[in-house]
């Protein structure tokens, strides 16, 4: 009975199911405005790296820094985000790897670019330690 209960746990458990609930947290604190909310799943350590642009920016502080000089935080300098063509591969039960293209309507113009993620479980929740965006 036991060895049923895990065998049934072991394939209710779907962590890539589990990186796209997050992605689509991302969109959905994006589009309400709420950066922190976006931000909320990038790794908040000095190891967090996320390259755009030609730049590369280290740490979380830094990230979010550029971000709010970027976007701001509020629905009308964000914009509305969608993700498409979302891949999610699992690279070991607690690393992925994301790949995607975002289109961001903003007040005056409508970036568009691909990006791909490295995801890590720690402490039983996905963390994004890596982030290449670019137009």
Do not use: C
């Amino acid at each position: 009975m036991i060895h049923a209960l895990f065998l049934l746990l072991a394939l209710a458990a779907d962590p890539a199911a589990d990186v796209r609930a997050l992605l689509d947290g991302q969109v959905a604190a994006w589009n309400r405005g709420d950066l922190p909310g976006f931000l909320a799943p990038y790794r908040h350590a000095e190891d967090l790296t996320f390259f755009s642009g030609g730049t590369v920016t280290k740490g979380f502080a830094a990230t979010e820094a550029r971000y709010k000089a970027r976007y701001g935080q509020s629905t009308a300098t964000m914009g509305q985000l969608r993700f498409e063509d979302i891949e999610v591969l699992m690279a070991g039960r607690d690393a992925a790897f994301v790949r995607g293209r975002y289109r961001l309507q903003l007040k005056d113009s409508a970036p568009t670019g691909l990006f791909t993620l490295l995801l890590r479980k720690s402490g039983g929740r996905w963390e994004i330690v890596h982030d290449h965006t670019s137009q």
